[in-house]
């Protein structure tokens, strides 16, 4: 399914005045060698420099935009000429910065999102269709079989399925998924099912092992995912729980011997950056939780 990429300008327009850059783009693309193959996955028609090329115009665009708006309401408060223009062009290079590396990372992370939906449920559709093989079902039933109840793995499963059906060979069909694919754990499995199918070797022994390397794998993330909330634990406790504590502490011995003065406001600044800091570990946490092959 091809991804909509969140262009400021339409995306026709985008790719048109696109192709003034995309000649300056080619050395840019050098420096992103997953580009190309991220905007393959996503189904975006366009190589890496016309991507490019699109995204400088909308940072551009957005630069001169939010340049042009700062400098009108600096010059409706009546603001002196030379902070006026100082703000207004900083203003446009830092938005026209954060547009650009906001598209320049989006595929990167589409696709690690897709590849983090496929290999949520990865483990228990390659177990199923081993359990069916080894039962004496077919690889190809087995796979018809897997093709609902495991979210974005049975998807690609039904594209197979539905590409077998049409008439494709099944070894070209797993191969074309595995391509396409952008979980290198459901490619590492598709490759190895394919060379099987293609020898005429059962795909059955060769899911067995495949399902004790995901579930090695699965260990791993977790024992990993385990170590690193022990730290985190601990910056947390001290910096969120031990420090504030005692700093609040001292704060209201200090102002007992009138040394400081506290306020409501200087108190409300205090626990709101006391929420900030506790929203920020739990993204922390939630950032680096395995989030495939669970």
Request: charged fraction near 15%; glycine fraction near 8%; charge should be neutral.
């Amino acid at each position: 399914m091809k991804a909509k990429v969140p262009f400021i300008i339409p995306e026709s327009v985008s790719y048109l005045f696109g192709r003034l850059f995309t000649g300056l783009m080619h050395p840019a693309t050098m420096l992103m060698p997953g580009l190309n193959e991220n905007l393959s996955i996503l189904e975006a028609g366009r190589d890496g420099a016309e991507y490019l090329g699109a995204v400088l115009v909308n940072g551009i665009f957005v630069g001169l935009l939010l340049g042009a708006a700062f400098y009108m309401v600096s010059a409706k408060m009546e603001v002196d000429a030379s902070t006026r223009d100082l703000g207004s062009l900083a203003a446009g290079i830092l938005l026209m910065t954060i547009t650009l590396l906001y598209l320049i990372l989006y595929p990167t992370w589409v696709v690690r999102k897709k590849a983090d939906d496929m290999e949520e449920n990865l483990l228990f559709a390659i177990r199923h269709i081993m359990v069916q093989t080894t039962a004496g079902v077919s690889f190809f039933d087995a796979l018809s079989s897997a093709s609902n109840g495991y979210g974005a793995v049975s998807a690609e499963f039904r594209k197979i399925v539905n590409e077998v059906n049409g008439g494709k060979d099944l070894t070209d069909a797993l191969d074309g998924s595995a391509a396409a694919s952008p979980s290198r754990y459901y490619k590492r499995i598709m490759w190895h099912v394919s060379n099987s199918t293609r020898s005429g070797y059962d795909p059955g022994n060769v899911l067995k092992e495949l399902v004790t390397y995901l579930s090695y794998e699965q260990q791993i993330k977790m024992k990993k995912f385990g170590s690193e909330m022990n730290v985190i634990s601990l910056f947390y406790l001290t910096t969120c729980i031990i420090m504030p504590t005692m700093g609040l502490i001292l704060a209201l011995i200090m102002s007992s011997f009138s040394i400081v003065s506290l306020s409501t406001t200087l108190l409300g600044i205090f626990v709101f950056v006391i929420a900030v800091f506790n929203m920020l570990f739990l993204g922390m946490i939630q950032s680096r939780r395995p989030k495939g092959i669970l």
